[in-house]
């Protein structure tokens, strides 16, 4: 799976750009889903990064992840075969 920007397609490289706006706490928020480390806030909105080449625009969280339905059907399918195994 990918992750990248919706808009122009930067990819975060791991490190802390992501600042709660609850507690402070600085974080990469793709380590933790979008959910500060520190006070648990759950960010539905992630903001591109512009001092590390991004954009600055802002895009829902989950549309930074690319190919999650082809993921979900893998899952799915891993699901099916213990299930089908298990009868």
Known sequence: MKIAC????????GKAYWVCSDCGTIWDTFSTAARCPSCKRQYKITACVPEAGGCHEASPHLDWYTDLDRLLEEELAKIRERVGAAV
């Open 6 to 13: 919706p808009k122009c397609n930067w990819e975060p490289d």
